[in-house]
């Protein structure tokens, strides 16, 4: 079975500073990873996502993820945080193969001080 | 990218009516979409999958005759919330698989939110 854990349900940055979302995964096939971002009040829009090949998934914003097979983990990244990135972001790993249905973590808040 | 769209955004009924919300691609055709449900501060919890043409499958503890699955184009999905309850208030998102399982990518809609007083 397929379940995403990510760590801290709020995640408070500077502007300019390194933004680090942590989500690990369990799956007992190859997984296929995903990051979602929502702002308040709508749906959800991808950042990326991890299927096969490359490791580093770069994806919107500025935002990049790593799959590291051995931490089973998808730490979602980006090297200076802007405002706009003040949103809930959501790890989701795919049940049952790619483009099926999504688990998903529990969402972290992140929030952006100037 | 492919576009989703729900409707409608905003809804709010009394106790005890139904309620339907659309789900539609408006750029490409989705034999399967996937319902979730999504509780204030909450992640979201998937509720069932559309099938087009055929019965929605539920996840285990979402009542069936309660939320209504209809999937009955390529495009459209509707979920009917029946006889509602505060107790259904929600923030209800929809997602679209573009192309078959296993190759395909799932666009989300903007989320229909469901107040019953």
């Known amino acids: 079975a397929q379940s995403v854990t990510q760590l801290g349900s709020h995640v408070s940055v500077s502007e300019g500073a390194l933004v680090l979302l942590r989500c690990n995964y369990s799956s007992s096939v190859p997984p296929y990873l995903f990051w979602y971002v929502q702002y308040p009040n709508q749906g959800l829009q991808l950042l990326l996502k991890?299927?096969?090949?490359?490791?580093l998934v770069k994806g919107i914003n500025g935002f990049e993820a790593e799959f590291k097979k051995s931490e089973t983990s998808f730490h979602l990244t980006k090297p200076s945080a802007h405002m706009s990135d003040a949103a809930e972001y959501f790890c989701?790993?795919?049940?049952?193969?790619?483009?099926?249905?999504?688990?998903f973590g529990a969402g972290t808040i992140l929030r952006v001080k100037s | 990218g492919a576009v989703v769209s729900q409707h409608p955004s905003r809804v709010i009924c009394k106790s005890g009516t139904s309620v339907k919300i659309e789900c539609r691609s408006l750029?490409?055709?989705?034999?399967?979409m996937f319902w979730y449900r999504q509780f204030p501060k909450q992640s979201l919890m998937l509720m069932a999958t559309?099938?087009?043409?055929?019965?929605?499958?539920?996840e285990q503890g979402v009542e069936k005759d309660k939320f209504l699955i209809n999937h009955a184009s390529l495009t459209l999905s509707t979920l009917t919330v029946t006889s509602a309850h505060p107790e259904d208030s929600s923030f209800y998102i929809c997602?679209?698989?573009?192309?078959?399982?296993?190759?395909?990518?799932?666009?989300f809609g903007e989320g229909s939110r469901l107040t019953v007083l």
């Open positions: 991890y299927t096969t090949g490359a490791t």
């Open positions: 559309s099938n087009e043409g055929s019965k929605a499958t539920y």
């Open positions: 989701a790993v795919a049940k049952g193969g790619y483009g099926n249905k999504l688990v």
């Open positions: 750029d490409f055709q989705a034999t399967t």
């Open positions: 997602s679209a698989r573009a192309g078959g399982r296993g190759t395909g990518e799932l666009f």
